[in-house]
């Protein structure tokens, strides 16, 4: 069975902190994609970034950067000097062969000014 | 370019009726998913389409839901004999095919659904 598990449900920092968000997966396959998305308060999912699971090399985009390791099966996400727009819902998933993304069920990041 | 349109943005109904949702995805893009958000949650998979056909449906909860894209494009999503227990918000995604694994889906703002 596959399964994304997003332990935190709310995080809680100060604007300029750093922020990490952690995400676990489940699956069988060896052929697998990770995803995050960003769902702001007007509720639309915006698509961050993906990895398949053959390419472990971490990745840096501006303010954000994510760390994939495959022996913790772990997905996580590092904010940077975090900013009061970075409040949102963050949401990590998985997509198998068959299309269909399978999400965990959200941290709720809120940075305050 | 146009991005994922879902209408209506709002739709409150009674418990026992009929209600379709509707959504346009990306022009080009042949691959459609829809999914169910609930208060809280993650966004949970309903059913997908590559095309007109249903690819897999394996997320609708109960024979009460039922989804088409007849000519590939623009698809609705259909719930019978609404109950509370429905309410949630419907997202639908578009992405350009199924087949290349690491295609990303783009969402739509999605239908807030009330069942009274």
């Known amino acids: 069975a596959q399964k994304v598990t997003q332990a935190q449900t709310e995080i809680s920092v100060v604007e300029k902190e750093d922020v990490t968000l952690d995400c676990v997966y489940e699956t069988r396959d060896t052929t697998y994609y990770l995803f995050w998305y960003k769902q702001p308060p007007s509720g639309e999912l915006v698509f961050l970034i993906r990895?398949?699971?053959?390419?472990?090399q971490n990745e840096i985009s501006g303010r954000y950067s994510w760390n994939f390791q495959k022996s913790t099966s772990s997905f996580n996400f590092t904010i940077t000097a975090s900013q009061v727009v970075d409040s949102a819902v963050y949401f990590c998933?998985?997509?198998?062969?068959?299309?269909?993304?399978?999400f965990g069920q959200g941290t709720t990041l809120q940075v305050k000014p | 370019g146009a991005g994922v349109s879902q209408t209506p943005s709002n739709k409150v109904t009674e418990k026992g009726k009929y209600v379709e949702l509707r959504c346009d995805p990306i022009s080009g893009h042949t691959a459609l998913y829809w999914y169910r958000q609930s208060l809280g949650q993650g966004p949970e998979f309903l059913i997908y389409f590559q095309g007109t056909g249903a690819a897999d449906d394996s997320g609708l909860p109960n024979d009460r839901f039922f989804a088409v894209r007849p000519e590939g494009s623009v698809s609705t999503l259909k719930i019978q004999r609404t109950e509370r227990g429905d309410s949630a918000v419907y997202l639908c995604a578009s992405s350009l095919s199924w087949t290349s694994g690491d295609n990303e889906q783009f969402f739509g703002p999605g239908t807030r659904l009330t069942v009274l």
């Open positions: 990895r398949n699971s053959f390419d472990e």
């Open positions: 998933a998985l997509r198998i062969n068959t299309g269909k993304l399978i």
